[in-house]
């Protein structure tokens, strides 16, 4: 088959590979019909992932149609359309049966490596290096899904690719950042990065019953999707945020702030330009320019929501900032399957047509220009869909 | 304050830690003062003299195989009561499943058992353990008798964790490998990460009683030449 492999910092290329089979009882095969780039394969095609090897399978948003069950796999049938969670979860152990589903402690062959990275492993997750995992990912034309049997989420008929594939990571990642403002009534909630996270979390802020979004980016077409909507705007080139914040919240600034841009943060400051130079030598695994604008600006006692993903160690966090304000901190890698069902229902019910985010279609075989123009942001590129 | 490795050490000795982990009294620590995890087995089981009559170790040379012996220990938590967990691990033919090194074990009767491990250039050791102590749901403890190409011991202990989150598995090994060329193949396989080997060993485990099935990616595709 054809697949996205991965073959070294901004090195990818469609490759035939042999076909996946299936090798444990809770298995299955699907044959891909859509699959994303997600803003995180960024980090892998920078190179800033450790634990990459040549060669291997991208892509953790992908759906298809089930084509080949392992033997335990009783829930769904061959030709089944199913979208796949991007965290591979056993569904049986404390933190599954805690709805906690990414942190799974059976689905990381490779757990001792994270562990030593971070005293305990989360779940295994597609495509997604190996310390997590070493898992084929699913830019490919089939995917082996492990525990499909929990996995697997059936579409209804009558919904596009488009409207369903971000229910496999972005929109449940916005919608747990939203959850994980601590959302309450008058809540204004600032959003740093409009990218498709940030994108869903703006929508889902306000299905939370967020008072206002203010969202916070330099690219004019993500800042013109976010007014779309409905949030407020900052571009970072032209004003300081944390100074608007503060006038657009009268003084106190906003009650949760969300860093959705992870550690490859741009900025302005002298900060952010410290963290370009340390990252580039390999001093600092990542940029938490975002990061720290979120802390600061932050109200008193207010929530810090982290769905931008980091990698190691950061640099020159202001700590003092966070404990004497009495901040809460919540992230984590997103809990996939808690959200299939309720999303999917706001979807059917027209709450939120996904496929808005979507600018880009293509075949599969021009994966590596999609990346190129996503990540140089090209084009108006927000949101890669590709075509096996 | 915290206290420096040297704290801990002078204030919980090695001798008396195991001894109750092991869960034994007197015994336990009259069989650790002759040097070994095997002494303090053999104590609990209450024939300790007379075993060690039988391996011809002298409690000297066991001290100072014991300076060159691997003694490694985990636990992991395993979502699941504990008499499962003691039922699947006393059927020491399946351990192979789980235990990447082992070969093969084959069982002979009620106390007596044959294990194969694979060693490094596809060679393998091979030895006879006897059970030596085993407590229904709780314990087993095995060492390996007179012969053996690598003198080994240890036990599996299962606890129950607070709050319903399952067992506590407890695995505690020490092989003692003789000396010269196979000595030395063996310290290394079994030297080489020890702790992480017997980690992964539990971590299948867990997989297998929570999960069903261990995870892997052996035999999925890749872009590699």
Redesign the interface.
Same mark, same amino acid.
């Given at each position: 088959?054809k697949?996205v =492999?991965w073959?070294g910092a901004k090195d990818v290329?469609v $490759?035939t590979?042999? /076909?996946?089979?299936i090798?444990?009882?809770?298995d299955a095969i699907v044959k891909i019909t859509s699959t994303a780039i997600c803003g995180s394969d960024l980090h892998l095609y920078d190179g800033f992932i450790p634990t990459m090897?040549?060669? $291997?399978?991208l892509g953790h948003e992908f759906m298809g149609e089930v084509v080949e069950l392992g033997s335990?796999v009783k829930n769904v049938q061959v030709g089944d359309r199913v979208v796949v969670p991007f965290t591979?979860s =056993? @569904?049986? =152990?404390?933190f599954c049966?805690k709805d906690l589903w990414s942190l799974c /402690?059976?689905?990381?062959?490779n757990?001792?490596m994270a562990e030593k990275l971070m005293g305990h492993s989360p779940a295994?997750l597609f495509g997604y290096s190996h310390m997590m @995992?070493?898992?084929?990912g699913g830019q490919?034309e089939y995917a082996?899904v492990?525990?499909a049997d929990v996995g697997l989420f059936k579409i209804p008929d009558g919904l596009t690719d488009e409207q369903v594939l971000f229910l496999t990571d972005i929109f449940p990642t916005g919608y747990m950042a939203a959850e994980n403002c601590n959302i309450q009534p008058g809540d204004i909630v600032a959003i740093w990065g409009c990218g498709p996270v940030g994108q869903f979390a703006i929508r889902s802020a306000y299905m939370l019953g967020a008072e206002r979004v203010i969202a916070i980016d330099r690219v004019p077409e993500r800042l013109q999707m976010a007014k779309a909507g409905k949030a407020e705007v900052i571009n970072y080139e032209e004003v300081d945020p944390g100074e608007a914040l503060k006038e657009m919240t009268g003084g106190r600034g906003p009650d949760a702030c969300m860093d959705a841009v992870g550690m490859e943060a741009h900025g302005t400051g002298p900060d952010s330009f410290y963290d370009q130079v340390k990252q580039a030598v390999r001093l600092e695994t990542d940029r938490p320019t975002a990061l720290r604008q979120v802390i600061v600006a932050c109200r008193k006692g207010g929530s810090v929501s982290i769905p931008g993903v980091y990698g190691g160690f950061l640099d020159k966090i202001p700590m003092g900032a966070a404990m004497n304000k009495a901040l809460t901190f919540k992230s984590g890698q997103t809990h996939v399957h808690r959200y299939l069902r309720p999303l999917l229902e706001r979807i059917q019910n027209g709450e939120i047509d996904p496929s808005f985010v979507v600018t880009h279609i293509m075949p599969m075989e021009q994966a590596p220009q999609g990346y190129e123009i996503f990540k140089h942001k090209k084009d108006n590129c927000i949101k890669v869909v590709l075509k096996p | 304050m915290t206290s420096t490795p040297e704290d801990k050490q002078t204030s919980q000795s090695g001798t008396e830690r195991w001894a109750s982990l092991i869960g034994g009294g007197a015994l336990v620590l009259l069989g650790l003062r002759q040097g070994s995890l095997r002494g303090a087995l053999m104590a609990l089981a209450g024939g300790g003299l007379v075993y060690h009559g039988a391996t011809g170790q002298s409690g000297i040379q066991e001290a100072v195989d014991m300076n060159q012996g691997i003694r490694v220990e985990k636990t992991v938590t395993i979502n699941k009561p504990a008499d499962e967990l003691y039922r699947y691990w006393h059927d020491f033919e399946k351990l192979p499943t789980f235990m990447k090194h082992l070969k093969s074990v084959q069982v002979y009767d009620a106390k007596r058992s044959h294990w194969i491990a694979n060693a490094p250039l596809g060679t393998s050791v091979e030895w006879d353990a006897d059970i030596v102590t085993d407590q229904e749901n709780q314990l087993i403890a095995w060492a390996s008798v007179a012969g053996a190409d690598v003198d080994n011991s240890g036990f599996v202990r299962f606890t129950p964790a607070p709050g319903g989150r399952g067992t506590e598995v407890k695995v505690v090994l020490e092989y003692n490998p003789p000396g010269g060329a196979i000595g030395a193949a063996i310290a290394k396989l079994f030297g080489e990460e020890p702790e992480q080997q017997a980690g992964d060993d539990l971590r299948r485990f867990k997989q297998l009683m929570e999960a069903g099935e261990i995870a892997t990616t052996e035999g999925q595709p890749s872009g590699r030449k």
């Open positions: 088959m697949a =492999c073959h290329r $490759d590979v042999p /076909d996946p089979k090798i444990n009882p809770r090897q040549s060669g $291997d399978i335990a591979i =056993c @569904g049986n =152990c404390f049966k /402690d059976n689905s990381n062959p757990a001792w295994g @995992g070493g898992y084929a490919a082996r492990p525990f | -």
